[in-house]
């Protein structure tokens, strides 16, 4: 018996997870180490068990089952995460989770066994948005960020990362990257419009481009809004909102792939009638060339501070996050392309614009991504959707390509 997807179960799942945390009109919140994240990493050990998985947990929190194969060694690794932003949708990260879930029911239902072991992984703090920076579980599973480090975090609440982690009882106390994957997939929605513009099923994803984010704090001086002369202001604000200008010109002169955001602007006052003594802006530039992605961060710091200093105002500049672009494993991408076309689904290669944990496992195993179509170009926003057809698709080419990395027990 040939091991088959059973759609209306993973459908079911991901509804019953988006119920953890749900928001009014739809959506989910689910930030990293929350009550709400607890919650959901409870259902989630729960399903691992159900399905016969090894439960393991490590110290930074990951999250994965083993399914044993008929011979010792690495496994192939499904990975993705479940945390969310505050305005997050059903499906960014927890498809990936869910489906490998579904590629091991497939499995049992099929009673298939296989020669390399399998396991799924939920990785701790994907999205950088409680703590930062983002892929936080599975940078430190990779040796990319350091433990001590990311444990000593301060959230935007106050809240101390390594506190949060064993609050919610998942400070595990196996040490990260104990499991090292022969091979690492995730399955996940594009979060953007490519797709769904062009009419095509599948993404098989050649890689992850570069991401920057910068943190820029202005220090001016606040003054009456109507008696102070421009000329002898110092305004923080009119500094910050020359680093936004900046940012998007720098985007616009270097053109496609190059892409900057202000993603959050805050002064101090805050008042209508005062001009700001403090400013804080961030700013997040992505591009799939590292070499035209450190132009580009060179440019805007040095303009940052051209303008600082055009103003009177004091300039610190920190960085908040830093990953250089990823090329994903040629053999497995390609493996995703077969599998799409004998499916008779259409597929095209393309790169992600987002950062994924597949991205921390690249350097050190044939790592591949599968995108399926989100509607509207939709994400970190409760109206995020993909058809369920869809989501069915991308798991169907995932449980694929897990059977031709996992081989048959002979």
Request: a negative charge; aromatic letters at 4%; glycine letters at 10%.
């Amino acid at each position: 018996m040939k091991p088959q997807i059973n759609g209306e179960r993973l459908l079911k799942r991901l509804r019953d997870l988006g119920e953890i945390g749900a928001l009014p009109g739809g959506g989910v919140c689910r930030l990293a180490l929350s009550d709400d994240d607890r919650a959901g990493r409870d259902q989630l050990v729960h399903w691992m068990e159900e399905l016969g998985l090894t439960v393991s947990i490590d110290a930074i929190g990951n999250i994965w089952g083993l399914r044993e194969g008929a011979e010792c060694g690495a496994p192939v690794m499904i990975g993705s995460h479940i945390d969310t932003v505050a305005t997050g949708g059903l499906y960014d990260g927890a498809l990936g989770v869910m489906a490998g879930l579904e590629v091991v029911a497939a499995l049992n239902d099929a009673r298939a066994r296989t020669a390399r072991p399998l396991a799924v992984a939920a990785f701790t703090n994907e999205e950088g948005a409680r703590f930062a920076p983002d892929m936080m579980g599975s940078g430190v599973h990779q040796g990319a960020l350091d433990l001590s480090e990311m444990l000593a975090v301060q959230g935007i609440d106050g809240a101390t990362f390594g506190e949060e982690l064993a609050r919610i009882g998942y400070a595990g106390e196996i040490q990260p990257k104990t499991l090292t994957p022969a091979a690492f997939l995730e399955l996940h929605i594009e979060q953007g419009p490519v797709l769904e513009r062009d009419g095509v099923r599948i993404g098989a994803v050649t890689g992850v481009q570069g991401i920057s984010w910068t943190e820029f704090k202005i220090s001016g001086q606040s003054n009456h809004a109507g008696t102070t002369p421009m000329d002898l202001r110092r305004d923080a604000g009119f500094v910050a909102a020359r680093i936004a200008v900046e940012a998007r010109a720098i985007a616009t002169d270097f053109g496609p792939p190059q892409v900057a955001t202000v993603g959050s602007v805050t002064f101090e006052p805050g008042l209508v009638n005062v001009v700001p003594e403090r400013a804080v802006i961030t700013v997040d530039l992505r591009n799939t060339d590292d070499e035209r992605l450190k132009e580009a961060e060179a440019r805007l710091n040095a303009a940052a501070q051209t303008f600082a200093e055009d103003e009177g105002c004091k300039i610190t500049a920190r960085s908040l996050a830093r990953f250089a672009p990823v090329a994903f494993d040629e053999a497995i991408v390609a493996k995703v392309e077969t599998a799409a076309m004998a499916r008779q689904l259409s597929v095209r290669r393309m790169p992600s614009g987002a950062g994924h944990d597949a991205q921390m496992f690249a350097p050190n195993c044939p790592t591949a991504m599968i995108f399926v179509p989100s509607a509207g170009g939709l994400s970190h926003n409760i109206a995020e959707h993909t058809e369920p057809e869809e989501l069915i698709a991308g798991a169907e080419i995932l449980l694929d390509v897990s059977l031709d990395l996992l081989g048959e027990a002979q």
